[in-house]
């Protein structure tokens, strides 16, 4: 996966150039800091990952349209599929997508919606870990399960080790943490990329290398030494509510791609964001917003809330905060003047014009009130909001 695509942060409505500086909105609040289980991590075993998997694809996948605009027919793409009664253990190498099925066609959630691939699941990187389950018919494809959910990833991007030496190099206590958005990793045959959070175990701290996974030709996991090209931090960055903030405007004007690869290249969604965010300040949160908010420590129920209680609700809590809306996610940045500001991966949204709804598209990373959306169907984001994970 390409580094996604930066542009001139949008200015949405009632946003000024200022307000898209970090400093703007750390100044204003004493820094808090972050319980060690503010997010926890999924708890999911094996069997149940792969079992809900599988469960997902025979009640959904012919309910989804190919690229050519015809029903999908399940049997014809997982035909000759062999499932494994033991799993092997390996570490995606390269960067690359985790896919719901094995091949790269787009699939769509009906006929002419063209917007969001549902066969894409996620971007993976360097030394994320994978059980592999099954191989496709033609050899090219493994079954996996991730941290960033199960699905499919092309074999050439995994390497095949033990689990002894897979816990070993994922648990070493010495290690250089990404803080950029996206760095490069030099080494002697090439070089790669990986997304802010990723870790791995230091070689040498005056060379800025470090431990990266490759593979043989027969797929078999090896080692190598990198040299990274931008900022890192051993272990990971100290966990508080402004160093959350100023990772997450590193990202201001990043493309917005749904499971961070759209038609035209590589991106963040909402809830990636806040995975790369927050991993690069030690957490290991889920990778979508259904689950994050599942882990999270102290909630706040908006759900029957007007609009002045839920400005009062907000008034109380602190940035840093995760605020969800249904499938979306967002970091809560304060008020200001009179509006409640976010920053977060938007799609699109929508707006009345002449006594119409019109959508709006975004697809960036953004600085926006949460009025935005007021007197439409769905009404603002702010009165969308399920639930608070507060800081």
């Known amino acids: 996966m390409e580094m996604p695509k930066t542009g001139q942060p949008l200015l949405l409505p009632g946003v000024s150039r200022e307000m898209l500086r970090p400093t703007f909105w750390t100044t204003r609040f004493r820094d808090m800091g972050l319980a060690k289980d503010w997010i926890g991590e999924y708890k999911s075993t094996f069997d149940e990952s792969r079992q809900a998997y599988l469960t997902y ?21 997982f035909v000759g599929i062999n499932y494994w009664e033991r799993p092997e253990y390996g570490l995606i190498v390269e960067p690359g997508d985790l896919k719901l099925s094995p091949m790269t066609s787009p699939l769509f959630s009906k006929e002419g919606d063209s917007d969001l691939d549902r066969n894409q699941l996620s ?37 095949v080790g033990t689990r002894k ?19 490069k990793i030099l080494s002697n045959d090439g070089s790669t990329e990986a997304s802010m959070g990723c870790s791995f ?7 800025h290398t470090v431990v990266i996974p490759k ?14 090209i931008g900022e890192t931090v051993r272990d990971h960055l100290p966990r508080s509510a402004h160093h959350l903030l100023r990772q997450a405007f590193k990202h201001l004007g990043y493309r917005y791609a749904w499971g961070d690869r759209d038609a035209e290249g590589a991106g963040r969604d909402c809830s990636r964001l806040v995975v790369d965010v927050l991993r690069s300040l030690g957490f290991n949160p889920p990778r979508n917003s259904r689950d994050q908010l599942a882990v999270g420590g102290k909630k706040l129920r908006m759900e029957g809330l007007n609009i002045p209680e839920r400005f009062c609700l907000l008034h109380e809590i602190s ?9 979306h996610v967002m970091f809560f940045l304060g008020e200001y003047q009179g509006e409640v500001y976010t920053i977060h991966a938007l799609n699109n949204y929508r707006r009345v014009v002449d006594d119409k709804e019109v959508p ?4 960036q990373v953004v600085v926006s009130g949460l009025s935005l959306g007021a007197g439409t169907g769905n009404g603002s984001l702010l009165e969308q909001i399920t639930e608070v994970v507060e800081v």
């Not at 940035?319 to 499938?327: D, I, R, V, Y």
């Open 360 to 363: 709006v598209q975004v697809k």
């Open 215 to 228: 593979r043989n030709s027969k797929g078999r996991l090896l080692f190598k030494t990198g040299a990274i």
């Open 57 to 77: 694809v025979n009640n959904n996948l012919e309910k989804l349209w190919a690229e050519n605009n015809g029903p999908l027919e399940m049997e014809k793409v």
């Open 319 to 327: 940035p840093g905060s995760l605020l969800f809306t249904p499938g």
């Open 201 to 207: 175990p230091l070689n040498d701290h005056l060379r």
């Open 165 to 183: 030496e897979i816990e070993n190099y994922l648990n070493g206590p010495d290690r250089l943490t990404m803080v950029d958005p996206r760095v």
């Open 123 to 159: 971007g993976l990187d360097p030394g994320d870990q994978v059980t592999i389950f099954g191989i496709s018919a033609d050899g090219k494809w493994l079954a996996v399960v991730s941290g960033a959910g199960v699905g499919w990833v092309k074999r050439e991007l995994v390497g």
